[in-house]
């Protein structure tokens, strides 16, 4: 695979919306903030289990400043230069990069307006591909019950998936070593 911190592709939306999957990057700060600020509270507290009404700067450092080895950010945006707008994104943050079963948490919050429409799955497929190729050995992720959108998602990525229920949520695992039969 190309760098990823270099990482640039555009796919069409099923609602033939023209984006962009790309790396986040220092600068994306402010692009970040707006879109968070439209989100809904609900869309805020289903990713984040609470409702907040900023993303502080130390989250944006994390997303904006990622590795791409460890940790991974990915945004989906439309229309270019200045008018580029945050539609939505993916991450992963390496959760113990010693073990020898490397390990990351996924998260992913779309912008109402674009739900639905493929997103949140063409993301998982970009992050197992990325993850894939720097040797991490399964996603995991914590989801509220309720959030059967995004329990699909993990559903139909194709990896064998575990979950755990803790209260109202669930924690999910999913495995990206090849299935032996």
Known sequence: MADPKHYAVEETLRDGTAVTIRAARPGDEGKIRRAFRNLEAETVYTRFFAFKNEVTDAELARITGVDFDRDVALLVTIGAGDAEVVIGGASYFATDAAAPD????????????????????????HLIRIARDTGLTRLEADVLARNLPMLSVFRRSGLPMTLRHDDDAL???????PVTE
């Open 102 to 125: 490397r390990s990351a948490e996924v998260a992913f919050t779309i912008e109402e307006d674009y739900q639905g429409l493929g997103i949140a799955s063409s993301l998982m497929r």
């Open 171 to 177: 924690h999910v695992t999913m495995s990206l070593l």
